[in-house]
């Protein structure tokens, strides 16, 4: 791997470690101000905001200016977010001025590493990051929990700066306060990113010509015949697991009787799962086989569903891990063909705005289902039981979709597979 490639990682790692935590730090926040029920499932869905209202754009941005810049950029709005939430900013807002440096990082970070490497490499690299992403969102959750628990609470409010009186007082706040630090660790690598050869390609000021020429490629890529399987398939992953890291939450205290700091440990397990499998995959499977996978997204809501049976802490962890590692196994390969298809069709930085679009507007669906049915009444065992009902049911028919394509359409697909086939093996 290219040097450059580290220094991607580690900017990648800190940035998204601070937004997990961040997470963890705004469920506490509200909680401890009395907000009302719903608006803690409401914290995916408002992060996903702006990367659904801004999908036509940030590929463009992305693919506009050296990237490195982009995340250095992007990073910087995440600090903005993350101030806002500290000072008396609504923490839902907070969060979603968080999601929009998100909504911008993502297709630069992900862009870049169809520039700085070879298509043989993008499974492996896509282990990589996906490992990493999953790792520090392990490590994310795990470090929210224990900053807003009263070990490392306590010690972060003693720490006094003279003469300034910061106007941190409460758990969350000084969880929150933490965050600004690591963003600011992500920065200092943004600013190393070394600038790559490919060409830049300017921006254009028309709204119109923009929008345009995002919903051509989204559905260029809804009209490719592996495409549209690894689309749909890291679609309804995504916005699932989007939100099952806040379901966490409510689950462990209905099931376990569990706090925030004991629940964000439970979240973590989840995540360990996922990255070791990511890893595993990014070694064991090949880009043109990576269809053969589906029948594990029907497990996965399967096992989903027994979740709502288990009230014991160590029949809960081990199912937790294998649930993760379910997603894992299954979302590094279909990613990894569905950016070698996006590139092959419109370039990098388009093709992940699509895909984020299509991931996050299915967190922002589900999440905001999610907490309507929370304001409704429903429990956390309901919205498990909805989940799990709906992922098997959906990767059931993205089953007997590619079916259907191996049938009716075999030339073609036969004649994809083997591109993928030959650019994974250079």
């Known amino acids: 791997m290219k040097k450059g490639f580290y220094t991607i990682m580690s900017a990648q790692f800190f940035s998204s470690l601070a937004d997990n935590a961040l997470l963890v730090a705004a469920i506490e926040l509200l909680k401890s101000t009395q907000a009302p029920a719903w608006q803690v499932p409401a914290l995916a869905p408002m992060f996903a905001f702006f990367y659904v209202a801004l999908a036509p754009f940030v590929g463009a941005f992305a693919d506009s200016a050296p990237k490195g810049k982009v995340m250095f950029y992007s990073n910087s709005i995440k600090v903005v977010g993350c101030l806002m939430m500290l000072f008396g900013g609504h923490p839902l807002l907070a969060y979603a001025i968080v999601g929009l440096g998100a909504a911008a990082y993502s297709p630069a970070k992900y862009g870049i590493l169809t520039e700085l490497l070879p298509a043989s490499q993008l499974v492996k690299a896509n282990g990589w990051i996906e490992g990493l992403t999953v790792?520090?969102?392990?490590?994310?959750?795990?470090?929210?929990?224990?900053?807003?628990?009263?070990?490392?609470?306590?010690?972060?409010?003693?720490?006094?700066?003279?003469?300034?009186?910061?106007?941190?007082?409460?758990?969350?706040?000084?969880?929150?306060?933490?965050?600004?630090?690591?963003?600011?660790?992500?920065?200092?690598?943004?600013?190393?990113?070394?600038?790559?050869?490919?060409?830049?390609?300017?921006?254009?000021?028309?709204?119109?010509?923009?929008?345009?020429?995002?919903?051509?490629?989204?559905?260029?890529?809804?009209?490719?015949?592996?495409?549209?399987?690894?689309?749909?398939?890291?679609?309804?992953v995504w916005g699932v697991s989007g939100n099952m890291r806040v379901i966490v939450f409510p689950w462990a205290a209905a099931a376990l009787g569990y706090s925030t700091t004991q629940a964000s440990s439970l979240a973590g397990v989840v995540v360990l799962g996922t990255a070791a499998s990511a890893v595993f995959a990014s070694v064991m499977m090949k880009l043109d086989k990576a269809t053969s996978l589906i029948p594990l997204g029907i497990a996965m809501g399967a096992l989903m569903l027994c979740l709502n049976v288990i009230r014991d802490l160590y029949i809960a962890v081990p199912f937790l891990i294998m649930m993760g590692a379910t997603a894992g196994f299954l979302i590094v390969p279909m990613n990894a063909l569905l950016q070698h298809r996006g590139h092959n069709l419109m370039g990098a930085g388009r093709s992940i705005a699509v895909q984020n679009f299509n991931e996050q507007a299915c967190i922002l669906l589900l999440g905001g289902l999610y907490a309507l049915g929370v304001k409704l009444g429903l429990s956390a065992f309901g919205a498990i039981t909805v989940f799990g009902l709906i992922v098997a049911g959906v990767m059931w028919a993205i089953g007997r979709w590619h079916k259907h394509n191996t049938v009716h359409h075999k030339a073609e697909v036969d004649r994809l597979l083997e591109i993928a086939r030959t650019d994974g093996h250079h």
């Open 135 to 236: 790792g520090s969102i392990i490590l994310g959750v795990l470090l929210g929990g224990q900053l807003v628990g009263p070990a490392a609470s306590s010690a972060l409010l003693s720490l006094d700066l003279p003469l300034l009186d910061t106007g941190v007082d409460t758990a969350p706040e000084a969880a929150i306060a933490s965050m600004v630090l690591l963003y600011g660790i992500a920065a200092l690598f943004n600013l190393r990113i070394p600038r790559t050869d490919a060409p830049l390609q300017p921006m254009t000021g028309n709204l119109g010509t923009l929008m345009a020429d995002f919903w051509q490629c989204n559905s260029r890529l809804w009209q490719d015949k592996l495409g549209q399987i690894s689309l749909a398939t890291t679609t309804l």
